[in-house]
């Protein structure tokens, strides 16, 4: 797609320009959604890779974390809690020790996912795990976070459904794991001051975006940016995103915006 290949060459260029933080001052979240059976030795490849050029830190240490000025640092993430990630992912994660968050939404254990998504999706077949199955993953290590309850647009609901929303999660989420929950990732990536001000009412220590921007000093600990990745990105693609690179996409989006409404 003309879409894509603009992205690459843009993240290609942005990577050249940006030689100050090639090695030892990146920061970056990686997110994931379900990973499928034919899709394992690619993902596999992609841990060996991160494993080999990054320090790999717990999602809410990507601020804190300390390199040792060679190695970037990244964190590794998964939305929706996707069944398929126990068989498929979960094996290559624990050979590597590789911290991950896995976001909850905590209305669909166990069912079909019952948020809108696209027909040419096919997390759309995938089932929402189990509390057991959570409860064990946590057990061994796993972190666990809220992706609210129903995984609808939080910009969307009034103050009380909002707080409702937050709060249930992260009590439903702490029964289970017998233990605080700090992080969530908004779903969709929505948010806005609001809704980034009610995750931090409600307890939360960190929040999530889809923004594809870079952890720095400066970040809103409540509006982390995180890049999306698939087992099916080639290894070009891949190591751009772990590289913060396609950070180039947030500003082309922000780019259009711009252009759109000049237009009007």
Known sequence: MLKDLIEFVGAVLYRLSTFAVKRGHCRTVLYYHGIKEGDIACFKQQMQYLVANFLVVSPLAIRTACG????????I???????NLIENAVPVLKEMNLPVG??????????LPQWSISSDCADGTEKVMTTEQISQLDRDGFEIFSHAVSHGDLTKLDDERLLSELRESKRILESMVG???????????EHNDCVCDA?????????????????TDKSDNFKIGRFAVSPRDSMPVFKLKANGAYEVVYYLRRIKSYLNITKK
């Open 68 to 75: 040792d000025g060679q190695k970037s640092i990244v964190a």
């Open 77 to 83: 993430t998964f939305d929706d809690a996707f069944e």
């Open 102 to 111: 896995i976001f909850v939404p905590v209305s669909n254990l166990g069912q």
């Open 179 to 189: 233990h605080e929950v700090e992080g969530i990732s908004y779903p969709h990536g």
């Open 199 to 215: 995750a931090r009412e409600c307890g939360y220590k960190m929040g999530f975006t889809i923004e594809p921007k870079r952890v």
